[in-house]
């Protein structure tokens, strides 16, 4: 275990926030090392595996300064900062805080378009649906102070980085010269690409109906032809995905900026990032 290669830090979340971007801008970076893959969900539901499971997924380590890790369910994880705290007590954590209004709408619709949500699925009803599973995981990512306060029981101010989705997006160079500060590497030109490659279904109706034929098919194949049916897939995700993501209407964003104002305002009040385009603003 002695010989164990872990991370100097972590990228925690928000989930649908620029994670994956910031990922491949630092693995750029000649003194950073990152995980392959990005996301080992280890703090979250591999935590069974153990820390060498874990630390595999840094044996490409050639000597590099940093090393990191990026799963964004990290952050919401009740039991992930005592985790990481048991054994990485000196790693430096990294969260990117997007308006949680608008990352709940940009999940419901990553969730719909990867086959988790029913693609016949509204928006409108799922949000005010309670007793919803995933209604409840997709709200609760969004309630970032109380999911920080868990992280302060177990690491100190200084080892906590907090950035701002806005500014990943209008300032990519400066937030990623402050990663670099902040995990100790020297400070380069190294961009992460602020695109949004997520595409969505042209049409629902015929999309639901290709979700439901494509079912049985994996169920059967899946095993004995699994390069085939991605393929397949890939194929069928090109031919079916190909609008931008519907706008979220005003009487949702509403009723999210009831659900999130108390999120914005212990932001700004407890760790002093100001958010207050959150609320009453499409930011």
């Known amino acids: 275990m002695c010989n164990m290669t872990l991370p100097t ?27 392959r893959p990005k996301e080992t969900e280890f703090f979250n539901w591999r935590y069974r595996r153990g820390w ?26 009740p039991e992930a900062p005592s985790r990481i705290a048991k054994r990485m007590s000196s790693a430096n954590l990294i969260f990117i805080l997007r308006n949680p209004i608008e990352r709940a709408h940009s999940a419901f619709w990553y969730y719909l378009t990867q086959g988790i949500l029913c693609p016949s699925e509204d928006f409108s009803q799922f949000i005010r649906n309670e007793g919803h599973p995933l209604r409840h995981e997709i709200i609760q990512y969004g309630f970032y102070g109380r999911h920080l306060n868990r992280f302060l ?17 209008e300032r990519p160079d400066e937030q990623v010269r402050r990663v670099c500060q902040f995990i100790g590497v020297k400070e380069l030109n190294t961009t992460p690409s602020t695109e949004n490659i997520t595409k ?15 079912k049985p098919v994996d169920q059967l194949f899946s095993r004995c032809m699994p390069s085939v049916l991605d393929n397949a897939r890939q194929y ?35 760790f002093g990032l100001d958010v207050t385009h959150w609320i009453d603003s499409a930011s």
Do not use: N
């Open 9 to 35: 830090f972590l990228l925690c979340g928000a989930q649908k926030a620029g994670t994956t971007a910031l990922y491949f801008a630092l693995r750029a970076h000649p003194d950073v090392c990152m995980s």
């Open 52 to 77: 060498e499971w874990f630390s595999s997924h840094f044996d490409h380590y050639g000597g590099e300064t940093a090393i990191g890790e990026a799963s964004t369910r990290t952050m919401p994880t």
């Open 153 to 169: 029981t177990h690491f100190p101010r200084s080892q906590i980085l907090l950035l701002r989705y806005r500014d990943l997006r």
């Open 200 to 214: 969505y279904p042209t049409s629902r109706r015929l999309y639901a109906l290709a979700h439901r034929l494509w």
């Open 236 to 270: 069928g995700r090109r031919l079916l995905l190909g609008a931008d993501r519907p706008s979220l209407a005003s009487a949702d964003r509403r009723y999210l900026e009831r659900i999130y104002v108390s999120t914005a305002e212990s932001i700004k009040a407890d």
